[in-house]
């Protein structure tokens, strides 16, 4: 009986091994089918999907770092930072707090600094 046993949970390894292997297969097909696209056939495909959503300023955080439309968006050297705040709330249609915007935007450029160093 305990021989059973040991055989069905070999059994299940195996089935385990096989499934796993099939799903590497799978995301390494995956992954030369996504370095295989052009990525000039995705332009203006994402960029028009970011929602700014009243005081969500994660989104508009992850958007100013990510999004190709918004290099005319970023902040210009001398500008404050009430008066980046004003100028991008035009954009995102909701009035944007200054002091919250400038710790929002420090902290994320912290985090991507310590990301980039510890590659």
Do not use: C
């Amino acid at each position: 009986m305990a021989q059973t046993n040991v055989q069905v949970l070999q059994s299940d390894l195996q089935a385990i091994a096989k499934t796993v292997t099939d799903l590497a297969s799978l995301i390494n097909l995956l992954s030369r089918h996504i370095a295989a696209l052009d990525p000039s056939a995705l332009d203006g495909l994402v960029e028009h999907d970011w929602l700014f959503e009243e005081n969500n300023y994660s989104n508009l955080i992850a958007w100013l770092f990510s999004a190709r439309t918004a290099t005319k968006w970023q902040r210009h050297r001398n500008e404050s930072w009430p008066k980046y705040a004003t100028r991008l709330s035009k954009h995102a249609g909701w009035q944007i707090d200054a002091d919250t915007l400038r710790r929002r935007f420090v902290a994320k450029s912290e985090h991507l600094k310590a990301a980039l160093s510890e590659k």
